[in-house]
């Protein structure tokens, strides 16, 4: 089993930064992909950005450019640095775990809450 703990969420300014973590731990040798998802009340779960174990990304285009996945295999944990954030990046973040980018998630944390005001 492998857990995901998240942490970094709070409430932001409209053109601040937010920098979220997720650690894995249990049997960490089985999570090559990592990455977030995001929920806004009323819409569907969405992926913001995965990150391979070989370092290959992905991001969904409304964050390009402003957020930036990274992951330090070492510790089993992956990072988002969130900048110049917008309202529209209001939404729970859920770090999750798969094999492949692009492939569906494996296990989920328990999400941390993301506002932006305006």
């Known amino acids: 089993q492998v857990q995901l703990v998240e942490s970094g969420g709070g409430l932001v300014q409209a053109g601040g930064s937010l920098r979220l973590s997720c650690a894995a731990s249990?049997?960490?040798?089985?999570?090559?992909?990592m990455g977030w998802y995001r929920q806004a009340p009323g819409k569907q779960r969405e992926l913001v950005a995965a990150?391979?174990?070989?370092?290959?990304?992905k991001y969904a285009d409304s964050v390009k450019d402003r957020f930036n996945i990274s992951r330090d295999n070492a510790k089993n944990t992956v990072y988002l640095q969130m900048d110049s954030l917008k309202p529209e990046d209001t939404a729970v973040y859920y770090c999750?775990?798969?094999?492949?980018?692009?492939?569906?998630?494996?296990?989920w944390g328990q999400g941390t809450q993301v506002t932006v005001s305006s």
């Open positions: 999750y775990r798969a094999l492949r980018i692009g492939e569906p998630a494996l296990s």
């Open positions: 249990g049997s960490t040798f089985s999570i090559p992909t």
């Open positions: 990150i391979s174990s070989g370092g290959s990304t």
